[in-house]
């Protein structure tokens, strides 16, 4: 059978003048709605590099929103964020079902740690968990850490979004420095070149 698109010989000899004009909308039209669905799909199924380098603060990056959160710990006493308010802070987005998330979290604590013996002067670690409080809880029974964890929950994500993660995705850092606005940012897992950087000019 003979299709009467691509074959020119199936079409009346007679066919009216307008009828090649409306062939080419009809394909160039078709072509058009196939870019911007292959565009949609590349933004949806897009992810951060893991090794992608640390960022500068973007523009619309709200770190008020940050000072104006109060969570809960894992043990469920009030966390109020103003309270970390005044020094340097790294606050790492993360959940338990995100492997590189879970990957990075040792070396947060060793971090933290290692922050915790340098005094006021120190980079302060704060875990917002993007998770169930049930699933994180039962996490750090098994993997505990020393620096404090937020159950952020869905306002956990909103905050997110606020402090620059467009994406959506985990992990997400940011570091705020002593006066309380945004200094760095980062999409993906971190590595021990994003800390000692941040230790040395959060």
């Not at 049930?134 to 505990?144: D, E, G, I, M, N």
């Not at 992990?171 to 606005?181: C, I, K, M, Q, R």
Request: with cysteine; hydrophobic share 45%.
């Amino acid at each position: 059978m003979t299709d009467p698109l691509h074959d020119d010989t199936a079409l009346p000899s007679a066919r009216p003048a307008y009828a090649g004009r409306n062939r080419r909308w009809l394909l160039a039209g078709a072509a058009a709605a196939a870019a911007v669905a292959g565009a949609t799909v590349s933004l949806r199924q897009g992810r951060p590099d893991p090794a992608a380098p640390s960022a500068p603060p973007a523009a619309g990056g709200d770190a008020a929103a940050l000072w104006q959160q109060s969570f809960e710990t894992p043990d469920g006493a009030p966390f109020d964020l103003r309270a970390l308010r005044g020094r340097p802070l790294l606050v790492n987005f993360w959940a338990t079902w995100c492997p590189p998330c879970i990957e990075e979290l040792p070396m947060l604590d060793r971090f933290h740690r290692a922050q915790a013996g340098q005094g006021a002067g120190g980079l302060r670690v704060l875990g917002v968990a993007i998770d169930q409080p049930s699933k994180v809880r039962a996490f750090l029974q098994k993997l505990p850490v020393a620096f404090p964890v937020a159950m952020g929950g869905l306002d956990g994500t909103g905050l997110a979004t606020r402090l620059g993660n467009t994406q959506g995705a985990l992990p997400f850092t940011v570091v705020l420095a002593a006066d309380g606005t945004v200094a760095h940012r980062k999409m993906g897992q971190l590595t021990p070149q994003d800390l000692e950087g941040w230790r040395k000019a959060p």
